[in-house]
């Protein structure tokens, strides 16, 4: 027989026995608070009756493509580096479907316990009517507050909280939390990690991005030293058996077989046989200290690193168009109907057409003026123009010069546009028309 090898001895001490359960509970219950406060706080929401995509912080105007688009890829690059090197390791430890399964799954054995401890001297039957009331209870009161936090993705939070609390089914947001809250309900009462197998798309691009080099939970038993006790199977909540395959579909690389084995085998002097590994020739996790830490962490291959160049590209295409980013945005664009009109006095006008975007959440003020125009007087209705938070405007006026300005038939000038409180200074160029010599508007 074998002796006792010594456990995990190359691993960090985060990643020894007895600890992955506790922790993979604690990044559960840290990934719960991050799904309630990113809605809150505009870390990451779409505000579909405003059109607004507020990421980090910052409120971004659905046209503001560049924005839009480097987030998104970014995301998406997130996702597929984390897939191709770590495995399913969002499914086991960071998505809210599984989060919220393994909760249900872990209310409803607590209290089939506290009702049969409870009430012992009832019959069975009535015990499991209570038992059921309870669940169907707690998770109907759980699905109000989990409809209520996935709406604020899409819904201001404090609007929605007030039809909420009216109990609005009548508008579009009150019809949509209550269709929300019956299929949250619908879902963890009844379906649970039967929807991760069946219809989530997110498992089934995992399963395709997993290659050679990805993280795997696998079964390595050259010396058939395990002991058939079946605890790996027992503790897997998926169902499945981890010594059939590493590449089972249902598997969410939870890590919970290979504590279950950890715990079994090291009493009977037996080195556990389930553990992480870096595909199925690959060595384990947390071995090979002499290799570079970015092979440590994955990163093993041209491939990846590739995928690497892609995300650091996106993630600097985003910070570069968010420094850009004018918290109100100022366009001005010429009325070119009329190229150029006659005044009252004899003079001569150009129209154009004024846009503003506040996407700041304070007040603004924009100031305007013609540089570069000899004697042009820019006439605005008012001048700053204020917009409020959140707010657009569009604004038509005139810059006018006077009969005898001696200009060009095209003369080339800017608008400058100051913003307050931010200080923002804006130039726009544009051109002023002048009627041809000879010629009549
Ligand atoms: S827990 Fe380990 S020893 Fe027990 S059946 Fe599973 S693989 Fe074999
Ligand atoms: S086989 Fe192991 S890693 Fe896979 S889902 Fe089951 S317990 Fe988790």
Known sequence: MPTAAPVNQSLPPILKSGNRHTLRKRIH????????????????????????????GVQ????????????????????????????????????PQMIFSEAANAAEEKLRKWVTKK???????????????????VIGL?????????ISYFVEPRDLLGRLAHFDLITAGGVAGAVTTLFTFLDFAFVRQRFCTTLCPYGYLQGMLADKNTLLVQYRDPDHLCIECKKCVRVCHMGIDIRKSPYQMECIHCGECIEACEEIM?????????????????????????????????????????????????????????????????????ERATL??????????????????????EKAF??????????????????PVPVDAGGSKVAYFTVEVAADANLPAVSHFQFVAETQPSGVHDEIPMTFLMPQKGSKQ
């Open 266 to 334: 090291p009493r009977r002097g037996l080195p556990p046989v389930v553990e992480y590994a870096w595909g199925t020739e690959g060595a384990k996790l947390g071995a090979q200290p002499e290799r570079s830490f970015l092979y440590r962490l994955g990163i093993r291959d041209a491939k990846r690193r590739a995928v690497m160049g892609v995300l650091f590209f996106y993630a600097s295409g985003l910070a570069v168009a968010l420094s850009m980013r004018h918290p109100v945005m100022v366009r001005i664009s010429p």
């Open 142 to 150: 759980a699905s109000v507050g989990l409809a209520f936090v996935f």
């Open 119 to 137: 009430f012992i001297s009832w019959p069975v039957k009535r015990r499991n009517l209570l038992h059921g009331v309870l669940v169907y209870s």
């Open 60 to 95: 971004l105007w659905i046209n503001e493509f560049g924005i839009v688009f480097f987030s998104m890829m970014f995301l998406l690059f997130i996702v597929v580096g984390l897939s191709m090197v770590y495995g399913r390791v969002y499914c086991g430890y960071a998505c």
């Open 29 to 56: 219950l840290l990934c719960f608070l991050i799904f309630c406060a990113l809605p809150f706080f505009n870390v990451m929401r779409f505000d579909i009756p405003r059109q607004r995509f507020y990421f980090a």
């Open 340 to 361: 150029y009109a006659t005044t009252a006095s004899g003079g001569v006008a150009n129209r154009f057409r004024l846009n503003l975007a506040n996407r700041s959440g």
């Open 366 to 383: 924009v100031t305007l003026r013609a540089d570069g125009l000899a004697a042009g007087t820019l006439r605005l209705a008012a001048n």
